[in-house]
Every structure is written in C-alpha cells, then in structure tokens.
C-alpha cells in the first residue's frame, strides 16, 4: 500500500478569527500525536501578511 490509515473524525472544532480579505491564503497543519488508534491535528490559516485567520484542532480514530 501506499502508507495510508482510513480514520473516523471524533472530534473537530475551527476558531475564525478574520476573514480573507484579499490575495491568497495559506494553511499549516501539524501532527501533534499520531500513534495506536488516534492520531491529533492542529492547523492554522495565515493570509499573505502572516495574519492569523482560523485555527482548528482534530482527533482522528484510525479504523485500518
């Protein structure tokens, strides 16, 4: 196979904190945890200024 897990999400919550306003936007995610049965996700949303424009956190339960 290629590496990948099926998951189920168990949780996601998303903090909007500005909206675009012009030009592009750039999402960084992060692995935080990833190791039995779940693995935790955090990712941000910047605008080209590097402005902060949401924040969401995820639990994933690997089913395979």
Known sequence: GDG???TLTLSSSVSFMEPVREGLAVCRA????????????????????????????FEFYYIS
């Not at 692995?31 to 956190?57: H, P, Q, W």
């Open 4 to 6: 990948s897990r099926r």
């Open 30 to 57: 992060n692995v935080i945890r990833s190791g039995g049965k779940i693995a935790v996700v955090e990712s941000c949303i910047y605008d080209e200024n590097e402005t902060l424009l949401a924040k969401a956190a």
